[in-house]
Every structure is written in C-alpha cells, then in structure tokens.
C-alpha cells in the first residue's frame, strides 16, 4: 500500500495556546482514516493545517513525498486534497447541479473566447462536465433535485451535495470534518455507505474528523487518537477501542 500523505511534529500554536502538539499521521492509498478526539483537542487545527487554512509553526506535511507546509489553500486543492467544513458551505442561491458546475470550472477546456464561440471543444467539455455531475448526483442520491436551490435541500442532502461537489473535482483525498454532525440514522447510514463506496470503487482516500463512534469503528482503517492537541493513541478500531488511556480521555464519555 503506497503512502499518500506523512504528517510530522505537526504544531500549531496560537499565541500562548498549542492547539497541536508534535501531531504524526499517515495516510494510504485508499484508506480510511479517521481523527477523534474530545472537544477542543485540535482535530479541525490539524486539517486547517493540512488544507493550507493555517501555516503550522512546525512540522512536515508531505503529500506522495512533496512538501506542502506553507502552500496556500487553493493550492493544495488543486493537487488533489479537498476538504468539507463543520459547516455547510454550499452556494445556496444556486441550483444543486450549477454547484457541480462550478466546482469544475477548472477542469472546463475552455478560454473565454472558445466560450465565447462556441467551439465543439468548449462544447464537449461542457457536456462532460454535466455527464461527470449527474454521475455524482446518482451516487449521492440528490439526481431528483438537480435543478432545486440548494439552500432549499435538507440539510442531509446538503452535506451529501458537498460531498459530491468535493468528488467533481477528482480529488485523491477528501477530508470530512464532522460529516455525520445533524444526520438522523438512516442519513448517516447512508453516509457510512458512500464513504465505503468512495473507498472501494472511486480510489478515494478519507481523512475523517468525526464524534459518532458507531460511524467511525465501523469505516475506518486506522484512527488516530488526540488529546489537548497532542497524539495519544493510533491502531485500528479494535485497538482503539480497548486502549484504557483512549477510554480514559474520550470513548469514556460514550
Ligand atoms: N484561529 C484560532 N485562534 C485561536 N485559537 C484557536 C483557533 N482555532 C482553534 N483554536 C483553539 O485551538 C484549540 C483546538 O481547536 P479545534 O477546533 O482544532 O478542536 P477540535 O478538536 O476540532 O474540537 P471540536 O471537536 O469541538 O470541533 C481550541 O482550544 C480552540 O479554541
């Protein structure tokens, strides 16, 4: 299994406050890993850090071997590592498929006079990134409300619409912050589904933040533990589960 992502000594300190302390983290290809932790114990700092959200005060971040400490955020997504929020960030006056649209416009063979024109490049490219889109919306099960506003979807279809519009983008690696954070049973059954399926079938690889431990021991690979925003524990679900410092500090509180 080929490592995608080696995180380390990752710190993040604001002012007097080290919200991330000497964090290490690895990711493979098509793995699912996941990040839990208490409240407040740096899981979002860390993908701030990783995302390019925030410059960490030190560490490595290397991605197939190139450093990405320092790149800007746009940057680091256009390599391929995409990212969703604690909180829906959908445009919302817009159509759930112009969403998927938009996410594209990078991957549009366009300039603004083939546009402009007509061209059949800038047509087929058009066409491909509608095929490429509806794709998306079969697999996150939202085909129906193409062409709803997407402030007016559910709020589960909305975290499921930002999924897809991360998955247009072909990225190699989409990081899930809290993604199961509102959803009824059925919806993050649903989402344990499509992050197996993003895995398994899209050679995807996922970096989890999540609370719902039934989520977590269920899908995931490997987890890591942090606490006060320093390692504490890494293994799989079973060893997590077991580790008495984890329960200590975190599982404890289920
Ligand atoms: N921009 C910032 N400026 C100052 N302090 C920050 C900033 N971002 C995060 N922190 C602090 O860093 C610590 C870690 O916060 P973080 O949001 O990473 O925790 P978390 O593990 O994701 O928590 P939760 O599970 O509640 O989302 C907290 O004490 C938080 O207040």
């Known amino acids: 299994m080929s490592s995608l992502l080696d995180v380390n000594g990752l710190t993040m300190r604001f002012g007097?406050?080290?919200?991330?302390?000497?964090?290490?983290?690895?990711?493979?290809?098509?793995?699912?890993?996941?990040?839990?932790?208490?409240?407040?114990?740096?899981?979002t700092t860390v993908f701030n850090c990783l995302t390019g959200f925030y410059k960490p005060t030190a560490g490595q971040i290397l991605y197939r071997g190139e450093a990405l400490q320092g790149l800007a955020?746009?940057?680091i997504a256009r390599k391929g590592?995409?990212?969703?929020?604690?909180?829906v960030r959908l445009f919302k006056d817009m159509s759930v498929i112009e969403n998927l649209l938009v996410a594209q416009h990078r991957h549009l063979n366009t300039n603004f006079l083939a546009g402009l024109l007509k061209?059949?490049?800038f047509k087929k490219s058009e066409a491909d990134a509608l095929a490429f889109a509806e794709y998306w919306l079969e697999k996150v099960d939202l085909k129906e409300f193409a062409n709803r506003k997407a402030g007016n979807l559910?709020?589960?279809?909305?975290?499921?619409?930002?999924?897809?519009?991360?998955?247009?983008?072909?990225?190699?690696?989409?990081?899930?912050?809290?993604?199961?954070a509102g959803l009824n049973p059925k919806e993050t059954d649903d989402l344990d589904k499509l992050i197996m399926d993003l895995r398994d079938n899209e050679g995807v690889s996922?970096?989890?933040?999540?609370?719902?431990?039934?989520?977590?021991?269920?899908?995931?690979?490997?987890?890591?533990?942090?606490?006060?925003?320093c390692p504490l524990a890494n293994g799989s679900p079973e060893e997590i589960r077991n580790n008495p410092e984890v329960i200590k500090a975190y599982l404890g509180e289920f």
Not at 81 to 87: L, S
Not at 158 to 180: F, G, K, S, W, Y
Request: net charge positive.
């Open 206 to 229: 996922v970096l989890l933040i999540e609370h719902d431990m039934k989520l977590v021991m269920g899908i995931s690979d490997r987890i890591y533990v942090v606490n006060q925003g």
């Open 119 to 121: 061209t059949p490049s």
């Open 154 to 180: 559910a709020y589960g279809q909305q975290r499921r619409l930002e999924i897809a519009r991360c998955m247009v983008t072909r990225p190699e690696i989409l990081m899930l912050d809290e993604p199961a």
């Open 73 to 75: 955020g746009h940057q």
């Open 81 to 87: 590592i995409v990212r969703t929020f604690q909180h």
């Open 16 to 43: 007097g406050l080290l919200a991330v302390n000497n964090v290490a983290l690895k990711l493979n290809e098509k793995e699912v890993v996941s990040v839990i932790g208490p409240n407040g114990a740096g899981k």
